[in-house]
C-alpha cells in the first residue's frame, strides 16, 4: 500500500448504507492525492475517526438512521478547525438547508465520475485557500515584528496566534485564552474549551499580548488580568492565584504584590 503524502488530503465518509460507503470508497481510489480517513456508518463512528487524526473533507449523507446528517453537519461545524462538509444523498429536497449550513457541495446519487472529480477539486482549492490566508497572516505577524525590531520598538499586539500541528493549522482568538502555561519548548495556551499546544517561548507570546489585558506572573504563566478570583500564600511560602474557571496558577514572590494591586481594581 502506497506511503501517505504531506500533500495527501483526508477523507471521512458517513452513509449508514454499506453499498453507498463502498461506491464512494471506489470512486475515492480513482484520486490517489486523497486518502481515506474512514468509512463510518454512524455519528458515532464519525465522532471517533474525527477526533482520531486529520479530516480534510467529510461527505455525508443526510438521511441516516439513527441520526439527521443535518444536524451532525452542525456539530461539526461548531468544532474547533471543521472540515469541510459535502452531501452525498439520493434526496434533493434538503439542498436549500444544506448550504445554509456552508456546505461545499450536494451531491445528489447516482453520481458519475466527473460529478465527483469536480466536488474534490473544488475542495482542494477551498483548503488550500484557507492555508493561504492562514499562512498569510503569519507571514503579516512577522513582517511586523521585524519591522518593530529595527525601530526598536516592541511588536504590536496580535488578536490572534497561528498554531500549527499535524495536519492542521489554524487561528487561536486572543480573546479566547483565559491564561498561557509554559510546557518545554512550548507553551499551552488555555481557553474555556481546551488547552491548545504551540510552539513559542513565553517571552516571544508575552510580547505580543496587551499588557492591559495580561500579566506574567510566574516563569511559567501568563494570566489574563480580570480573571483572578484569589491569592493565597502557601503553606511552603510560594503563592497561588485561582482564576475564575478554577484554574490554580503559580505566581512568583516578585508579582504576588502587583497582583493584591490588581486584585483591589476588580468589581465586586
Not at 490572534?160 to 482568538?173: L, N
Not at 512568583?252 to 483591589?264: F, I, P, T, W, Y
Request: include cysteine; hydrophobic fraction near 45%; proline fraction near 4%.
Amino acid at each position: 500500500m502506497p506511503q501517505p503524502h504531506a500533500a495527501d488530503l483526508w477523507v471521512l465518509i458517513v452513509d449508514d448504507e454499506r453499498h453507498a460507503l463502498q461506491n464512494l470508497e471506489l470512486a475515492l481510489g480513482s484520486h490517489p492525492d486523497w486518502r481515506l480517513a474512514a468509512a463510518c456508518e454512524t455519528c458515532d463512528q464519525a465522532r471517533a475517526a474525527l477526533q482520531a487524526g486529520p479530516v480534510d473533507l467529510v461527505l455525508l449523507d443526510i438521511r441516516l438512521r439513527r441520526e439527521n446528517g443535518l444536524k451532525f453537519a452542525q456539530e461539526i461545524g461548531a468544532s474547533d478547525n471543521p472540515p469541510l462538509i459535502a452531501f452525498v444523498t439520493a434526496y434533493d429536497e434538503h439542498a436549500v438547508e444544506a448550504f445554509d449550513l456552508f456546505a461545499l457541495d450536494y451531491l445528489l446519487k447516482p453520481f458519475d465520475d466527473d460529478r465527483f472529480a469536480q466536488l474534490l477539486q473544488r475542495a482542494r482549492a477551498m483548503i488550500a485557500m484557507k492555508d493561504r490566508a492562514n499562512q498569510a497572516f503569519a507571514l503579516s505577524q512577522l513582517i511586523a515584528d521585524r519591522e518593530a525590531a529595527e525601530r526598536g520598538a516592541a511588536p504590536a499586539p496580535v488578536g490572534a496566534f497561528v498554531v500549527r500541528s499535524i495536519g492542521k493549522t489554524e487561528r487561536v482568538p486572543v480573546d479566547d485564552i483565559l491564561w498561557i502555561k509554559a510546557s518545554a519548548n512550548y507553551v499551552e495556551l488555555v481557553t474555556a474549551e481546551r488547552t491548545i499546544l504551540h510552539r513559542a517561548t513565553m517571552a516571544s507570546i508575552e510580547t505580543r499580548l496587551r499588557a492591559d489585558d495580561f500579566m506574567r506572573v510566574h516563569r511559567t504563566a501568563i494570566i489574563r488580568r480580570s480573571l483572578v478570583r484569589t491569592l493565597e500564600i502557601m503553606n511552603d511560602g510560594t503563592y497561588r492565584a485561582t482564576l475564575a474557571n478554577g484554574d490554580s496558577v503559580p505566581v512568583s514572590a516578585r508579582k504576588a504584590e502587583e497582583l493584591r494591586e490588581e486584585l483591589k481594581k476588580t468589581p465586586d
